[in-house]
C-alpha cells in the first residue's frame, strides 16, 4: 500500500537531501554553512547564483535559516531531515566497506542509493549493519572476505 505524503514531505526531493546533508556536515565542521562552501561541496559542484536560489528556496519552505550574503544554517525541521539522510548515507557507506568496497566508492554510491531506498528497507540495512558491527559478528565478515579473496 502506498503511504500518503504530507505537504512537507512532497518537497523533500533527493536535491533537496543533498542540500541539506551538506548543510549538515559543513554546520557540523564549522558551526554554520557559507553558499560558496556549499556550492563546492556538492556532487556535482554547483554555480553560486544556482545554490543561492536552492537555499532561498529552502528557506520558503522552512528548512534553513538564511540571509542575503550571510551564512546557512538547518531549522529544526531541516536538521531532523538532514540527520535521518546522513544517518541513513552512513550506515550505506558502512555496509558497502563491509563487502569489501572502497571507501571512496562506498561515499559515492551511498550518496545515490540513499534516496532510493524504502522507509522499510533503510531501517532493515541499519539493522543489519548494527548486526554486522557486533564482535560476535565479526567472523561471519572474516568468512566473507575469505570468500572473497578465494574467487577473485
Known amino acids: 500500500m502506498l503511504e500518503e505524503q504530507t505537504e512537507d514531505e512532497s518537497i523533500i ?15 557540523e565542521e564549522k558551526g554554520e554553512a557559507q553558499i560558496t562552501e556549499i556550492a563546492k561541496s ?11 536560489e536552492f537555499v532561498t ?10 540571509k542575503k550574503y550571510g551564512t546557512v544554517t538547518l531549522t529544526k525541521k531541516g536538521r531532523k531531515i ?9 550506515y550505506l557507506s558502512s555496509f558497502l566497506q563491509m563487502l569489501g568496497v572502497s571507501e ?8 545515490i542509493m540513499e534516496h ?18 557486533k564482535k560476535e559478528q565479526e567472523d561471519v565478515l572474516k568468512r566473507f572476505t ?3 579473496e578465494q574467487t577473485q
Open 146 to 148: 575469505k570468500y572473497l
Open 13 to 27: 526531493t533527493s536535491t533537496v537531501e543533498d542540500y541539506l546533508e551538506t548543510i549538515l556536515v559543513l554546520c
Open 104 to 111: 571512496d566508492q562506498s561515499e559515492e554510491d551511498a550518496c
Open 116 to 133: 532510493n531506498l524504502s522507509k522499510e528497507t533503510g531501517s532493515r540495512f541499519e539493522a543489519f549493519v548494527r548486526f554486522l558491527q
Open 57 to 66: 528556496k529552502l528557506r520558503r519552505h522552512g528548512l534553513v535559516h538564511y
Open 82 to 90: 538532514a540527520q535521518k539522510i546522513k544517518k541513513r548515507h552512513d
Open 42 to 52: 556538492l556532487t556535482p559542484s554547483r554555480s553560486k547564483p544556482s545554490v543561492t
